[in-house]
């Protein structure tokens, strides 16, 4: 099977399926999919008089000449010499012609935006712990990360920021409402939050702290049920995964609960090496499609499908995005198992990361991912076979109502 995740020391490029979110304290991103870092010079090239676009009945030739006529307006006549950065300047333009597609995943990033995202990939930061998107041009809050002083403070996905220590964040660009977010641990950040049940907006105050999230987490029950958590789809969370089962299989489990609940996404080749120990081998796990049909590909599973025969319940809710849509999607596509909870995120677009020679990058959307059966879950989400949600009194209570049906339903198989 190809390697589909590439590192390079010369040429970083990463191709995400996860949410454009940040995780305050730790970035949240996916990578995996259709990747090759022998594109030479592609990072660079050169001057560009003017681009050439369209489809297949017509073409169009942007011209460039108003670019360079409002250049020179303002390095000729701006009355602030000192605000005239010719770098700024450029980095400015890219991202508002990068921000004219409308696509909140398509960003351009530059030299020190990108080294802040790219030094967070593998490592640990401080923050709130959650996973944000941008929706409508809105900051929210997809995912609370599990004992993060976010799901500590009671924030929810759908929870949208308004305004961090009093700035409205409509008044600041992504990265910098990020920025004003994380902070050194044991500093205090405020958050006014809008939630859509309530009439008025309310502030969250809470402490920073380091985040530094287990990918997986094993629960072993009296009745032979083993439930695992899985928080993300990292490089670590096959070999925990693996670990867990190796251990579980010892003592025959009558059934196995996967909780991808608050779970925003991973590596994409994790996923699919996940489902490979739930489905049979060589079979359809993903299937990729491009702008160009010619360049779609299916991803199937390979290996050892070891829990293929133990009863199986997927829990999802709207904080499960793109990885863990694609794992309880492929689930349900074979009628593998149960997928239990409510209506996940919707994430089913992927994104490309190119590193430039200046330390600037850009994210591009270049495909869409659909499940085995062919349903495109972006902006939808995935709908659970068993629909179990939350009431005031199981909140009030502290009583896991999904976690508690998918414990009976496997008992009673």
Not at 75 to 91: F, H, Q, S
Not at 103 to 109: A, P, R
Request: zero cysteines.
């Amino acid at each position: 099977m190809p390697n589909y995740v590439h590192r390079s020391h010369n040429f970083f490029l990463y191709i995400f399926i996860a949410l454009f979110s940040f995780v305050l304290g730790w970035q949240s991103t996916t990578v995996g999919l259709i990747g090759n870092a022998d594109t030479g010079d592609t990072a660079h090239r050169g001057n560009l008089i003017s681009f050439d676009f369209g489809n297949d009945d017509a073409e169009e030739n942007a011209d460039l000449a108003l670019f360079w006529t409002v250049w020179n307006e303002l390095t000729d006549r701006y009355v602030d010499v000192d605000a005239i950065d010719p770098k700024e300047m450029v980095y400015g333009s890219i991202k508002g012609m990068v921000e004219s597609l409308g696509d909140d995943y398509t960003v351009f990033m530059t030299p020190e935006e990108s080294e802040r995202f790219t030094a967070s990939l593998d490592g640990t930061l401080e923050g709130i712990g959650a996973e944000l998107t941008v929706e409508d041009q809105n900051l929210v809050i997809v995912s609370p990360l599990r004992d993060s002083p976010a799901e500590k403070a009671g924030l929810l996905p759908g929870d949208l920021i308004f305004k961090v220590d009093g700035e409205l964040t409509a008044e600041m660009t992504l990265f910098d409402a990020i920025m004003h977010i994380r902070g050194e641990k044991g500093t205090t950040v405020v958050l006014t939050i809008i939630r859509e049940k309530l009439s008025e907006p309310f502030d969250v105050s809470m402490v920073r702290d380091s985040i530094d999230l287990e990918s997986v987490t094993v629960e072993k029950m009296d009745n032979g049920i083993v439930y695992l958590s899985i928080n993300q789809f990292n490089d670590k969370t096959i070999e925990k995964f693996n670990q867990a089962i190796s251990e579980m299989l010892l003592n025959e489990p009558s059934g196995l609960i996967i909780d991808l609940r608050y779970n925003g996404g991973g590596y994409l080749d994790i996923a699919v090496d996940m489902l490979s120990y739930l489905l049979p081998s060589n079979t359809e796990a993903v299937k990729i499609k491009q702008r160009n049909s010619a360049d779609d590909t299916t991803m199937y599973t390979n290996g050892n499908p070891k829990l293929l025969n133990v009863p199986l319940v997927i829990l999802v809710n709207e904080g499960s995005a793109s990885a863990s849509e694609i794992v309880a999607g492929a689930i349900q596509a074979h009628e593998r198992g149960v997928v239990m909870g409510t209506q996940t995120f919707g994430k089913g677009t992927v994104q490309e990361v190119e590193m430039f020679l200046d330390g600037s990058s850009i994210r591009i959307t270049i495909a869409k991912w659909f499940t085995p059966d062919n349903r495109n879950i972006n902006e939808v989400g995935l709908d659970p076979d068993i629909i179990i949600e939350f009431s005031d009194e199981d909140i009030e209570n502290e009583v896991d109502i999904q976690k508690d049906t998918a414990v009976d339903y496997l008992m009673r198989l």
